[in-house]
């Protein structure tokens, strides 16, 4: 069984601190179990999230997200195998982005439904880099 990663988009429904503090505890903890690392990037309009491990786990974890009512419009932009996690120390990264990548209305416009997964995994890496020389204790926000 490989290790792979998976990067996605969603919009989340309802957003608010209370719901992402919520998905955050849960995440960590069912990451741990599984044995997933991740990053979540994330604003009111759009998280965007990759996430690290053994592909099986992987795959039952997007599922998951894929039918939480927390999540609306997902789309997977990458699935790769990797022979090395990216943020093999958190459990969950958490980034509260300011601003991102793409303005609100782009966003409301479905701009990420098309954008190159290399591209969002380069911004995870720039992340993982900023996040390591922060010293960014493991899923500390």
Partial sequence: MGLAQIVYTSQPFAFDEATLGNLLVIARR??????ISGALICRRDIFVQMLEGPEAAL???F???A??????NITRHLVR???RRMFGQWSM???????WLWPEAAV??????GVDG??????FRMLAIQAKSDQVKPDQD
Avoid: F, K
């Avoid at 039918?67 to 609306?72: E, G």
């Fill in 30 to 35: 069912n990451n741990t179990r599984d044995d």
């Fill in 59 to 61: 795959e039952a974890t």
């Fill in 63 to 65: 599922g998951r997200i």
């Fill in 67 to 72: 039918r939480d009512d927390r999540h609306l």
């Fill in 81 to 83: 195998p990797v022979t």
């Fill in 93 to 99: 990264l958490h980034d509260p982005a300011q601003s």
């Fill in 108 to 113: 409301r416009d479905g701009v990420p439904v």
């Fill in 118 to 123: 290399a591209a969002i995994c380069e911004v």
